[in-house]
């Protein structure tokens, strides 16, 4: 069965460096996500993206995030200059349709702590 | 403003019986609603969904939840609980009438424990 795939699995750096988080989402599906979960609170969403643009984002997915989808498989979340409270696990999701109804698919997260 | 609750922290169920987790929600259209769990160090993973139709919706591994419009719920249960299924589950709504790229609002989670 096809999944969501994410790298790395775990990332440590320090604050104000640049981080780049990679997904692959599974290969027929148009439209892409990133939700974070900061360790014991809700998951919460950040970004979708679809067509090479952003259709919706949340108060969290300020200039200091950016998503791209670099080639034809991959899509990224880059954190410009981390800062101590971006210290969460980082799911990327992807659907084939964008329609409310449609089924997300998350992938394992990657888990990112700044110290 | 959507909203999602789920008023348990933690269910404990023992082996064989029945198993239930709470889920009610708050839209301000009609909603789509959906169950995901996650094992532990694993993403979340789809179990099943409420779109239109019966009220009753089955999914994964035995699962099954009921929509309640009245009472704005979609509870999840299960006849005959398994210590697999110990996990996180996580109910998620997203409003019938917002556009395309929507993205979930999530409940808090809750944590089910079932003993052998």
């Known amino acids: 069965e096809p999944e969501v795939t994410q790298t790395p699995s775990h990332q440590v750096t320090q604050m104000g460096q640049e981080v780049i988080l990679r997904c692959v989402p599974i290969s027929n599906h148009l439209y892409f996500y990133w939700y974070r979960q900061i360790l014991g609170q809700k998951v919460e969403f950040l970004v979708s993206f679809y067509n090479n643009e952003i259709s919706e984002k949340s108060e969290i997915f300020d200039d200091q995030f950016s998503v791209e989808r670099p080639d034809g498989s991959n899509f990224t979340l880059k954190i410009r200059s981390t800062k101590l409270e971006d210290s969460a696990m980082y799911f990327c999701?992807?659907?084939?349709?964008?329609?409310?109804?449609?089924?997300?698919?998350f992938g394992p997260g990657t888990r990112l702590l700044v110290l | 403003a959507q909203s999602v609750a789920q008023p348990e922290d933690q269910v404990n169920v023992a082996e064989g019986n029945p198993l239930t987790v709470k889920c009610t929600y708050s839209v301000s259209g009609n909603p789509y609603l959906f169950w995901y769990v996650q094992y532990p160090n694993r993403g979340l993973q789809f179990l099943l969904k409420?779109?239109?139709?019966?009220?009753l919706v089955k999914g994964s591994y035995g699962f099954e939840a009921e929509f309640n419009k009245s009472q704005t719920s979609f509870h999840l249960k299960k006849p005959s609980a398994l210590v697999s299924d110990s996990a996180l589950y996580f109910c998620a709504v997203r409003d019938i009438n917002r556009g395309y790229g929507q993205n979930f609002v999530f409940g808090p989670g809750t944590r089910l424990s079932v003993l052998p």
């Open positions: 999701a992807s659907s084939l349709a964008g329609t409310s109804g449609s089924t997300q698919y």
């Open positions: 409420y779109i239109t139709g019966d009220n």
